[in-house]
């Protein structure tokens, strides 16, 4: 059974740091993307960041570019993604996801973690 299961999120303020963490299990881990998704309240879910855990390419959205950096630690079946300097734009509930193969896009993710709360204060 394919397994996700997030933490890291909290409360900080503007400008601060957070770093969520992708726990995976049930699957090759080796086989998959792993991506982050966010959803605001009101707003639809949006693709935040991709990798392969295959390579390691990785894949963001403008909206993050510069600010997030997504990274795997295969060796723990764990995908980070490292949030720097926050914007109150950026509250939302964070999950992530499992897609076999590798392709530059936010499609064809299923097998969705639980979520985690990320909230930055202004």
């Known amino acids: 059974e394919v397994q996700l299961v997030e933490s890291g999120g909290g409360l900080v303020q503007a400008g601060g740091s957070l770093r969520l963490s992708c726990a995976a299990s049930?699957?090759?881990?080796?086989?998959?993307?792993i991506g982050w998704f966010r959803q605001a309240p009101g707003k639809e879910r949006e693709g935040v960041s991709c990798?392969?855990?295959?390579?390691?390419?990785?894949y963001y959205a403008d909206s993050v570019k510069c600010r997030f950096t997504i990274s795997s630690d295969n060796a723990k079946n764990t995908v980070y993604l490292q949030m720097n300097n926050l914007k109150p734009e950026d509250t939302a509930v964070y999950y992530c996801a499992a897609r076999l193969g590798w392709y530059r896009s936010f499609l064809g993710f299923g097998s969705w973690g639980q979520g985690t709360q990320v909230t930055v204060s202004s």
């Open positions: 990798i392969s855990s295959s390579d390691g390419s990785t």
């Open positions: 049930g699957f090759t881990f080796d086989d998959y993307t």
